[in-house]
């Protein structure tokens, strides 16, 4: 009896654990999904951003290998379906609250061979598994950045929370930012639910849109300028020969 009631109780929780499952589609190439960086606003995801810089340029994300200072990785962010649309992150603290909850280091993606398109990875997985409970719809969200801020998610969001610090280690022009938000409950069998598209699909949920007209904007990191550091450092050399003159 015994043997009976555990082997019913294994079966219940595989069981349960299946139907956990579900699958998305992750798509490299989407027409709606252009990404563009923006150096004409900070980023407001890090102290000094949120702001324009006074001078920029706003151009499709550029094409490139995944190293290398024209590279950009994404990856998928969620969060449990309030009933609505949530909408994009605009605080640090916002964005910490999308990333607790999933961010998959199998569904990154990078710049393609198109401008403006990323690529997932790996290309040919059409049917990437997803563990939300019982399959249900969840929020979705892409976030991408600069290649030279690093290739790990958990990296760049601990950058961005230590930002008055590390921005003096970033040699060239650093871009973040969030793509339009969405809801998705994913499908059962591949190739599932679609994260891509251009408009809400019945049982399945609202795709994530960013055509060429309203596109998924990296923003400018404010980082300091060789020239600034470089006064920064002559005013450190003063203080410290000051220092030693009055001993």
């Known amino acids: 009896m015994k043997k009976l009631t555990l082997t019913i109780g294994c079966a219940l929780a595989v069981a349960g654990a299946a139907f956990a499952q579900g699958t998305i589609q992750w798509v490299g190439g989407s027409t709606s999904l252009s990404v563009q960086t923006n150096s004409t606003l900070y980023s407001p995801f890090v102290i000094g951003g949120g702001g324009a810089t006074g001078s920029g340029a706003i151009g499709l994300m550029g094409t490139g290998a995944q190293a290398g200072a024209a590279s950009y990785y994404f990856t998928l962010l969620n969060q449990t379906y309030s009933g609505s649309q949530a909408a994009a992150p605009t605080t640090l603290a916002a964005l910490q609250g999308w990333s607790t909850s999933w961010a998959d280091p199998a569904v990154y993606a990078t710049n393609g061979s198109v401008a403006g398109r990323p690529i997932m990875t ?3 997985d ?63 069998a591949n190739p599932g639910s679609s994260i891509f598209g251009s408009a809400a699909v019945a049982n399945v949920g609202l795709p994530i849109y960013n ?23 002559l005013g450190g050399l003063s203080l410290l020969l000051f220092r030693r003159q009055r001993k």
């Open 122 to 124: 790996p290309a040919s």
């Open 211 to 233: 055509p060429t007209a309203s596109a998924m904007q990296l923003l400018l990191l404010p980082i300091p300028e060789p020239s600034t550091l470089a006064v920064a450092g």
């Open 126 to 188: 059409t049917g990437q598994t997803v563990t939300w409970a019982n399959a249900t719809t969840q929020s979705v969200m892409l976030v991408g950045w600069s290649a030279n801020l690093g290739t790990s998610w958990n990296n760049v969001l601990n950058e961005l929370n230590n930002w008055a610090t590390v921005q003096s280690t970033i040699t060239t022009p650093a871009w973040v930012g969030v793509s339009a938000t969405g809801y998705i409950n994913p499908g059962q």
